[in-house]
């Protein structure tokens, strides 16, 4: 095996032009871990985030890292000999950033339990613009807000990589969904699932929207105070779940003001869920979109595009030919 593998580096942080391509060291496969060949991945917010300095680059104690959190590539090395998974089958998943190495880069060891066969129905760049949006689209809305029939929920940003998938779901156990986005995107939300879509662009989500049992908030107030404001159209006892991290500091203490539940969320690699996920893309009933797709070398390019804040779905980045 060679000693050293092509990755998308971070030396310091900073824009997007901080990432690098060079070699770094060809990753140590131990434990109950699988060995995979990166084939694509895809870029998150959460990605920007740490390479400009937020996000989790607080608990990188090495330079130059590796970041990237989703994966679509092939076994490689499996565990151990018996593993129903076995060296040459096409797998997908997450990687727990900055714990293990990201998945910028040509190898990925992870532990096994964050490992799940791709979907036979999805290329491996459609595949790698899954795990980590739709384990954390799962986590709101499935585990957390219990979609079901009857259910009202407020869903902001849902023409996204975690909103898309969120109003599927959500959609899927039978809630009504009210999603935010520009106007542009309404047929397509509609498509999705969606009951109604708010242009968010021409009207204020809270002089039509009253009642809501539920908010997904994807937006925060680093935007025209979308959290605060969202607030105002939960019934009492309510729940709001708030994702991005850092963008409304006194959170909890404004939800408990305004008589609702609220909590964040943080998603885990989570491969059980993820074949659950896996089987309904393959069954038709959720769809992935990705929006554009990059190569490794436009690294930078694309994480100026996920900062752009108009992507339709996902950003997908391709790593080798497969």
């Not at 998945?103 to 992870?110: K, L, N, P, Q």
């Not at 009642?211 to 729940?239: E, K, P, Y």
């Not at 554009?292 to 779905?313: K, N, S, V, W």
């Amino acid at each position: 095996m060679p000693k050293t593998m092509r990755a998308a580096l971070l030396d310091s942080p900073g824009e997007p032009e901080v990432l690098r391509i060079g070699e770094t060291a060809y990753p140590d496969r131990v434990n109950a871990e699988f060995l995979v060949k990166v084939v694509a991945s895809s870029v998150n917010p959460i990605d920007a985030k740490t390479r400009a300095g937020r996000g989790v680059f607080g608990a990188i104690h090495t330079l130059p890292a590796v970041l990237g959190h989703d994966f679509s590539g092939v076994v490689v090395e499996s565990p151990f000999s018996a593993h129903p998974i076995r060296p040459g089958d096409e797998v997908f998943g997450m990687v727990m950033v900055p714990r293990l190495g990201g998945s910028y880069a040509e190898y990925v060891s992870v532990p096994s339990l964050s490992v799940v066969r791709k979907p036979a129905t999805l290329s491996h760049i459609e595949a790698a613009a899954v795990p980590l949006a739709a384990l954390t689209a799962w986590g709101m809305v499935v585990e957390v807000a219990k979609a079901h029939e009857g259910q009202r929920m407020l869903i902001h940003a849902g023409s996204g990589g975690v909103g898309h998938f969120a109003v599927q779901f959500a959609s899927y156990f039978g809630a009504h969904v009210i999603a935010t986005a520009s106007g542009s995107k309404a047929s397509w939300l509609r498509s999705l699932g969606a009951s109604e879509v708010i242009d968010h662009t021409t009207t204020r989500f809270e002089d039509v929207v009253h009642d809501a049992d539920v908010v997904i908030d994807l937006v925060g107030n680093v935007h025209d105070d979308t959290g605060t404001r969202s607030l105002s159209v939960l019934r009492h006892g309510g729940l709001i779940v708030n994702v991005p991290t850092g963008s409304w500091p006194g959170f909890a203490e404004d939800a408990a003001a305004a008589g609702v539940r609220g909590t964040d969320y943080k998603v885990a690699p989570d491969g059980s869920t993820l074949a659950v996920i896996a089987r309904l893309l393959e069954a038709g009933n959720v769809r992935v979109h990705v929006d554009q797709i990059f190569a490794l070398e436009q690294i930078a390019e694309a994480h100026r595009a996920i900062e752009g804040g108009h992507t339709r779905g996902k950003i997908a980045l391709k790593v080798a030919e497969g």
